[in-house]
T-cell receptor
């Protein structure tokens, strides 16, 4: 069974540009989560999808961040326009139900220069 | 509100030596506690978790952790370090009985180096 897959693994963009991160959850997992780790800090929750619906987006830092999960399969996280402080590692996780273990992807390392 | 403190952002041990990674938490309700590991270029992998029952929890790769309520601690140990244990380790807490990923609060991580 394939795990959670994230694309790209690394991205370097200039301040002001747009970047889109993608997450493919484990097949059959309705719950999808985005987390972010800013350099040297703790991993922090961004948002939670149940199928295509946003269950909780209280962790989204500001309106430059837009997450979608059309069709309830893969999810994208767009940052527009990117700022220097957006640099970090973005993790995606998925779980079959809200109460079962979540499996994490390898993360996307975003560097804004 | 809940929080997690991992003492020591970097820990070095010799191969074969005891591994001890410290984690203290604060939570207003009985917590669920987790240790995750991230090997280079890989995702976060669950090492072990405490929910209820026995306070000494055994995980994968010979790791174990003990929940001590009186000390609000959940330290991770392994009797004998192996080179392959070199990775970053994250302690996390959840204060919902579901222990769902939504409610995970992570510590800042401890990078473990194993010296030959």
């Amino acid at each position: 069974e394939a795990g959670v897959t994230q694309f790209p693994s690394h991205s370097v963009i200039e301040k002001g540009q747009t970047v889109t991160l993608r997450c493919d959850p484990i097949s059959g997992h309705d719950n999808l989560y985005w987390y972010r780790r800013v350099m040297g800090k703790e991993i922090k929750f961004l948002l939670h999808f149940v199928k295509e619906s946003k269950q909780d987006e209280s962790g989204m830092p500001n309106n430059r961040f837009l997450a979608e999960r059309t069709g309830g399969t893969y999810s994208t996280l767009k940052v527009q326009p990117a700022e220097l402080e957006d640099s970090g590692v973005y993790f995606c996780a998925s779980s079959r139900t809200r109460n079962t273990e979540a499996f994490f992807g390898q993360g996307t390392r975003l560097t804004v220069v | 509100a809940q929080s997690v403190t991992q003492l020591g952002s970097h820990v070095s041990v010799s191969e074969g030596a005891l591994v001890l990674l410290r984690c203290n938490y604060s939570s207003s309700v009985p917590p669920y506690l987790f240790w995750y590991v991230q090997y280079p270029n890989q995702g976060l992998q669950l090492l072990l978790k405490y929910t209820t029952g026995a306070t000494l929890v055994k995980g994968i790769n010979g790791f174990e952790a003990e929940f001590k309520k009186s000390e609000t601690s959940f330290h991770l140990t392994k009797p004998s370090a192996h080179m392959s244990d070199a990775a970053e380790y994250f302690c996390a807490v959840s204060d919902l009985k579901t222990g769902s990923a939504r409610q995970l609060t992570f510590g800042s991580g401890t990078q473990l180096t194993v010296l030959p």
